[in-house]
């Protein structure tokens, strides 16, 4: 819809319906750009850019065909959206501001859900057009080095945040361009934080510390939005300094805290289909990094025999996560992932390779009320047969929802003393006995 240029200086912003306001906003912002020098974006500060940007602004709001009658609350609104245009994400700027936002789910340039406390919710943030989403979108991919075009429709990001971001745009995305952001704080979740948000008790704390102290290999599974990443960056912080780091990521995303750590992201193929380094490559090299530790932000290919591998040969204490329902899901994709390799190996060896390099899976969920909880802790304790054999030290047991729509339920030790207690022992790593006992029921 076109602006009548005779009538816009009668009209206010509240006057304009949202296509028009949107081309009003589009034309101050590429004026802007016509009388900006763009090296001032890369050498001011943020603070004196927005000042910049004000003042310009102001000047372009005083030329004729842009006289818009505007209140104060009016300016201050239209100068904060072209800022967000010109130093953020634009229209979700604001929604990334936003701390109870865990996801920004964009269907399109018409809709923008948002995650809050669990729960999905249609927000009336809106872009323009598919352009305007397109631009957005290469701003964020381009600032990591990728790219997302017709011959490369499909691209794994980060923000500097280290929120992940996807995108998928047509021709595979039919309806227009679709993406998807994982926010994650600023000030990522501690420990105590996941005690008080009934993530798993104190009791289960204790032990999780031991796991990571006594040098266990972990693999933290779930499904999509179950706190998988969470959980992996409070363990990692239980890791002593005097270690050596080696974490590899797709995205980078992880915020592991301590000094000696080395970070490593994969690349995709550049215009020519060339040039590509996966995580296995990476998982690969880091063998030859001297690592006293290797965390593997998600294993979903081929690199699960290399991470195994490592495992196997002396690098304890390894921590990954992996897309599964239950933790015998867990190994099954593990095992699957393995062959993957293209190894010919029979699927009894393939197995017992699983069982001796995983000693902990803990299985993360999202509840139907939108908390995430530690629902399990399995030990492997090796082979039966041709089968990986696990004995569960609890889990969690849903019993009902509260009048405010929160589950209720608790946790259970299965009365069994753990295997790795021994390494405990050995590490000096104390952990009550009577946790264990199947008496020990923790209500949450």
Known sequence: MKINLDDISTKSIKDYVPDEYFELKTRIHDRLLDIVDLSLIESLDADALKSQISVLVQRILSEESFAVPLNLVEREQLFTEIQDEVMGLGPIEALLKDPAVTDILINTYKHVYVEKLGKLELTNVRFKDDAHLMRIIDKIVSAVGRRIDESSPMVDARLLDGSRVNAIIPPLAVDGPIVSIRRFAVTPLELNDLIILKTFPPEIAEVLKGIVRAKLNVLISGGTGSGKTTLLNVLSRFIPEDERIVVIEDAAELQIKQEHLVRMETRPPNIEGKGE??????????????????????????????????????????????????????????ETMVAMANFDLPSEFLRRYVSSAIDVVIQASRLTDGTRKLVALEEITGMEGNIITTQEIFSFQQKGMDEKGKIKGEFRFKGIRPKFIDKFNIAGIEVSQDLFNPATIIAV
């Not at 599964?324 to 867990?330: F, L, Q």
């Open 277 to 334: 380094v996966t995580q296995r490559d990476l998982v690969k090299n880091s063998l030859r990094m001297r690592p006293d530790r290797i965390i593997v932000g998600e294993v979903r290919g081929k690199e699960a025999f290399d991470m195994l591998q490592a495992m196997n040969t002396g690098h304890e204490g390894s921590l990954t996560t992996i897309h599964a329902n239950t933790s015998r899901d867990a190994l099954m994709r593990l």
